[in-house]
T-cell receptor, first 114, second 116 residues
Framework: KAGVTQTPRYLIKTRGQQVTLSCSPISGHRSVSWYQQTPGQGLQFLFEYFSETQRNKGNFPGRFSGRQFSNSRSEMNVSTLELGDSALYLC?????????????FGSGTRLTVV | AQKITQTQPGMFVQEKEAVTLDCTYDTSDPSYGLFWYKQPSSGEMIFLIYQGSYDQQNATEGRYSLNFQKARKSANLVISASQLGDSAMYFCAMREGPTGGFKTIFGAGTRLFVKA
C-alpha cells in the first residue's frame, strides 16, 4: 500500500514568488491536513480538506491556501512568499476528519525562501 | 494557552533501559484522542500510539505504552528497552472534539537521545 506522497521534496524560492506543493494521500483516505513545521513555532496546523471541502483552518494569513481534488489529492499554495515561510511542510492523511485515529504523514516538502 | 505541554526539551537514556516522556493536555471536550508521533532526523512523522478519552485501559503497541491519567490530564509515553534507533524527536498530540473543531494539535516535542 503506497504511503503519502509529497512533491517536491525540496524547493528554493525567492521572496515574492508563489509556490504550489502537492500531496497524494493513502488510497481510501479522504482527509488531508497540512502542517507547517519550523524550529521556533513547532508544528502549526494550516488547514484540512475532507471530500474536497475545507473543514478546518489554522491561524495563517490568506496567502496560504489549498484545495482538494476528487481523487483526494491536495495542493497547497503560498503566494507572495516571505522569508518566514521557510519551513518543512507536512501533509497528513487519515480516514476520518482531524486524524481521528492517527495520521499517516508524508516525508514533507522543505521550502527555503531566499 | 498551551493545550499540549511537553516539558522536557531533551532526554537521555541508556540503551536497553526504559524512558518516560511527559505530556499534559488541556481540553473541555469529553471526547478526544491522544497520540504520540516519532520524527527521526529524516523528517517523516511516524504514528506510534493512540489513546481515546473513553478507553479504560492504557494503550500499548510493542515497546510503546501510553500512561493515561485522565484526572491529571496526562498522557506520558513509556518506551521500554530503548534502542539506538529510538533517538528522535517525539511529539504528543491531541485531537479535540467539537469545541476544538476536531483539529489535531501538537506539543513542542521532546528530543530523545539513546546512549550506547
Amino acid at each position: 500500500k503506497a504511503g503519502v506522497t509529497q512533491t517536491p521534496r525540496y524547493l528554493i524560492k525567492t521572496r515574492g514568488q508563489q509556490v504550489t506543493l502537492s500531496c497524494s494521500p493513502i488510497s481510501g483516505h479522504r482527509s488531508v491536513s497540512w502542517y507547517q513545521q519550523t524550529p521556533g513555532q513547532g508544528l502549526q496546523f494550516l488547514f484540512e480538506y475532507f471530500s474536497e471541502t475545507q473543514r478546518n483552518k489554522g491561524n495563517f494569513p490568506g496567502r496560504f491556501s489549498g484545495r482538494q481534488f476528487s481523487n483526494s489529492r491536495s495542493e497547497m499554495n503560498v503566494s507572495t512568499l516571505e522569508l518566514g515561510d521557510s519551513a518543512l511542510y507536512l501533509c497528513a492523511s487519515s480516514l476520518e476528519i482531524g486524524g481521528a485515529y492517527g495520521y499517516t504523514f508524508g516525508s514533507g516538502t522543505r521550502l527555503t525562501v531566499v | 494557552a498551551q493545550k499540549i505541554t511537553q516539558t522536557q526539551p531533551g532526554m537521555f537514556v541508556q540503551e536497553k533501559e526504559a524512558v518516560t516522556l511527559d505530556c499534559t493536555y488541556d481540553t473541555s471536550d469529553p471526547s478526544y484522542g491522544l497520540f504520540w508521533y516519532k520524527q527521526p532526523s529524516s523528517g517523516e512523522m511516524i504514528f506510534l500510539i493512540y489513546q481515546g478519552s473513553y478507553d479504560q485501559q492504557n494503550a500499548t503497541e510493542g515497546r510503546y505504552s501510553l500512561n493515561f491519567q485522565k484526572a491529571r490530564k496526562s498522557a506520558n509515553l513509556v518506551i521500554s528497552a530503548s534502542q539506538l534507533g529510538d533517538s528522535a524527536m517525539y511529539f504528543c498530540a491531541m485531537r479535540e472534539g467539537p469545541t476544538g473543531g476536531f483539529k489535531t494539535i501538537f506539543g513542542a516535542g521532546t528530543r530523545l537521545f539513546v546512549k550506547a
